[in-house]
């Protein structure tokens, strides 16, 4: 069935639908009468039925449905920005996978590099790359795509460890190799389920020694994910995976 996201929030009704989301209806060659899902990105799901054609299309939203298919644990990935299109396909991925945030960070050894109007502009695109991923994966809630910020930045608006937020929800994706990093399964025992978890991993060559120190400085606790060498844009996405694999099934 045909998943479609309309800013919220809604209410049972008809609703005419903007213009981008007409193109989308004339693209999946939807009908007056055929049934599909609206959501909001807020929570729940909306049954609905296109009841009148494009190009002045509107639907009939039944009933609000609180179905949730997210992550039991908020996780950010702070991710050194890769290059090329491998951004857009870690936000798609990403979102796939169920983290709650994405935060681009600009770091010592980033290709990718952005700032001003043109990080704004990439940070929009990427969150329209989530919403379009929430439609076909069924997550209800929209994940947010912050704008680009230098890591040295980011550490330093981060709450202290010991506030609440705690240093075991706190995990550099170490290289392989890091003596110092505990296994991920050793550091995903000692998790909470009300932990918020931010993961931060480094660009294309990894993070320096420097913000290496920054990073345990702010209360990260080095991880590792195995004696292999992973891409940028994959290292972030199989830790999702590992916590993924933990999660009870619904």
Do not use: Y
């Not at 989530?130 to 680009?148: D, K």
């Not at 910020?149 to 609440?164: I, Y």
């Not at 991880?223 to 009870?248: K, N």
């Amino acid at each position: 069935m045909a998943r479609l996201f309309l800013p919220g929030p809604l209410s049972a009704g008809s609703l005419d639908l903007p213009r981008d989301v007409v193109r989308h209806v004339q693209a999946l060659r939807l009908c007056v009468g055929d049934d599909l899902t609206v959501f909001d990105g807020l929570g729940g799901e909306w049954p609905s039925v296109l009841v009148s054609p494009p190009p002045a299309a509107r639907v009939e939203l039944l009933r609000h449905v609180a179905v949730e298919r997210e992550l039991p644990t908020h996780v950010t990935l702070a991710v050194g920005m890769p290059a090329n299109e491998r951004m857009d396909w870690l936000a798609e991925k990403a979102t796939e996978l169920g983290a709650a945030q994405v935060q681009p960070l600009v770091t010592a050894r980033s290709v990718l590099r952005l700032d001003g109007e043109r990080a704004a502009r990439r940070a929009a695109h990427w969150q329209a790359v989530a919403q379009a991923a929430c439609e076909q994966c069924g997550r209800n809630r929209l994940p947010h795509i912050a704008v680009p910020t230098r890591l040295d930045a980011w550490l330093a608006g981060l709450p202290a460890a010991g506030d609440g937020s705690g240093a075991a929800g706190r995990c550099l994706l170490a290289a392989p190799g890091d003596g110092h990093a505990l296994p991920f399964a050793t550091w995903a025992a000692g998790l909470t389920g009300s932990q918020n978890l931010l993961a931060l991993s480094g660009p294309e060559g990894g993070l320096g020694p420097d913000e290496i120190a920054w990073a345990q400085s702010a209360g990260f606790v080095a991880v590792s994910l195995g004696p292999r060498v992973l891409r940028a844009e994959t290292a972030p996405l199989a830790l999702l995976a590992a916590l993924t694999a933990r999660a009870p099934l619904d």
